[in-house]
T-cell receptor, first 113, second 115 residues
């Protein structure tokens, strides 16, 4: 079946460090891919998305590129801030039909000053 | 525009009891999905409702049920609670569901503790 695998956390970085959170997926065909973020005490919110191969999603300094050849959608940010501390979820969804989002287990990021 | 509203935010129940959680989607959104979030399993899909009909269902036992009303508000019910049902239950809404952009708008969740 369809699944999403994320690197396990927690990830602890110093402010201004480079961030990579790995995400790979297993699916037949070409799903849409998403990164959601959950700040402490809040629900999830969409961070960025890509709907086809080689698309790059970007938002708030975060980027992720849809790599069909490696079935990956790694999240990157060049310089993290304390305010980026949150749990990050990679997710996929089929482009056709009424199918639910399938989430990875989440990666907790802590950024220290 | 108001966001997704979930009530209650926190509740404590004992084993064997039942619980009902409520979700009011963003105005104009017709699809409501429910997810269970636990530290060990992450986010697991429970079910999705669209125009008062269950359109998708995850792999949960029949103790978990839901419904959607004509105003798109949704409720989920868990009967005969077990310790393992302790979790954050998240509701999310979107305009149409599967055919749209795929972006879900989440509420802050209802945290259920079963003792």
């Amino acid at each position: 079946g369809n699944s999403v695998t994320q690197m396990e956390g927690p990830v602890t970085l110093s402010e201004e460090a480079f961030l990579t959170i790995n995400c790979t997926y297993t699916a037949t065909g070409y799903p849409s891919l998403f990164w959601y973020v959950q700040y402490p005490g809040e629900g999830l919110q969409l961070l960025l998305k890509a709907t086809k191969a080689d698309d790059k999603g970007s938002n708030k300094g975060f980027e992720a590129t849809y790599r069909k050849e490696t079935t990956s959608f790694h999240l990157e940010k060049g310089s993290v801030q304390v305010s980026d501390s949150a749990v990050y979820f990679c997710a996929l969804r089929w482009n056709s039909g009424n199918t639910p989002l399938v989430f990875g287990k989440g990666t907790r990021l802590s950024v220290i000053a | 525009k108001a966001g997704v509203t979930q009530t209650p935010r926190y509740l404590i129940k004992t084993r064997g009891q039942q619980v009902t959680l409520s979700c009011s989607p963003i105005s104009g959104h017709r699809s409501v999905s429910w997810y269970q979030q636990t530290p060990g399993q992450g986010l697991q899909f429970l079910f999705e409702y669209f125009s008062e009909t269950q359109r998708n269902k995850g792999n949960f036992p029949g103790r978990f049920s839901g419904r959607q009303f004509s105003n798109s508000r949704s409720e989920m019910n868990v009967s005969t609670l077990e310790l393992g049902d302790s979790a954050l239950y998240l509701c999310a809404s979107t305009i149409f569901g599967g055919g749209d952009t795929g972006e879900l708008f989440f509420g802050e969740g209802s945290r259920l503790t079963v003792l």
